[in-house]
């Protein structure tokens, strides 16, 4: 069975500091990876997108960047946070195609 | 504007009730709507999902319907209990589209 696995769980870090959210997903090739963002009382904001090795869609210009270095893991990244860097960010897999995702247990970043 | 629509944005319900939780999308061309059940500080969780042919489906205590037609969903939680207590979002996604569009979440609260 497929599993997906995000860490840390929470994080607090100053304003100006890097930050580095990690995702792998098991027991699946190829599939599609997602990073959200939801702000509390609003809907999950698409952040990053992937469907291979190497490729990344960015959906917002942000301070945040994503790379996706083997085929089932999925790094959010960040040279400086900022203070509106906080939120609670999800890390989703999918199937190519199928358009259904599922979700990891979620981060919660917070910047002081 | 959002192209999912859920209502209502909260609900306060007694333990052993029943409820009754609407998603409005406009998203086209439609694939698919999920309900996926989110508890506080944890990655969300798929509940059932549903195709333009799919009427009705249930998983335990929760049934969802669709009219695709009127481009409306419901997810009915018959005898409520405390661990329902979470947020509901509704996504729906569109045919040939990486892409999905989320509900911001029906806030569910059981008290006993």
């Known amino acids: 069975s497929q599993t997906i696995h995000q860490w840390p769980a929470t994080l607090v870090q100053p304003v100006g500091s890097p930050l580095s959210l990690e995702c792998t997903v098991e027991?699946?090739?190829?599939?599609?990876l997602y990073w959200y963002r939801q702000a509390a009382g609003r809907g999950l904001q698409l952040l990053f997108y992937s469907v291979g090795i190497g490729q990344i869609s960015s959906e917002v210009p942000q301070n945040l960047s994503a790379s996706r270095p083997q085929d089932r893991q999925f790094i959010l990244s960040s040279k400086k946070l900022l203070l509106s860097d906080s939120g609670f960010y999800l890390c989703a897999w999918g199937v190519a195609g199928a358009n259904v995702l599922t979700f990891g247990a979620g981060s919660r970043l917070t910047v002081l | 504007k959002n192209q999912v629509e859920q209502s209502p944005q909260s609900l306060i319900i007694l333990e052993g009730k029943n409820c009754t939780l609407q998603?409005?999308?406009?998203?086209?061309?439609?694939?698919?709507l999920r309900w996926y059940k989110q508890d506080t500080g944890r990655g969300p969780v798929s509940l059932t999902i549903m195709t333009f042919s799919e009427n009705t489906k249930s998983n335990g205590r929760y049934t969802a319907t669709l009219d695709a037609d009127t481009k409306q969903s419901s997810l009915h939680i018959t005898a409520s209990q405390l661990s329902d207590s979470a947020s509901y979002i509704c996504v729906v996604s569109a045919y040939g589209n990486n892409r999905l569009a989320f509900g911001k979440g029906n806030q569910v609260v059981v008290i006993p």
């Open positions: 998603c409005n999308y406009t998203v086209s061309p439609f694939s698919n």
């Open positions: 027991g699946t090739s190829n599939p599609n």
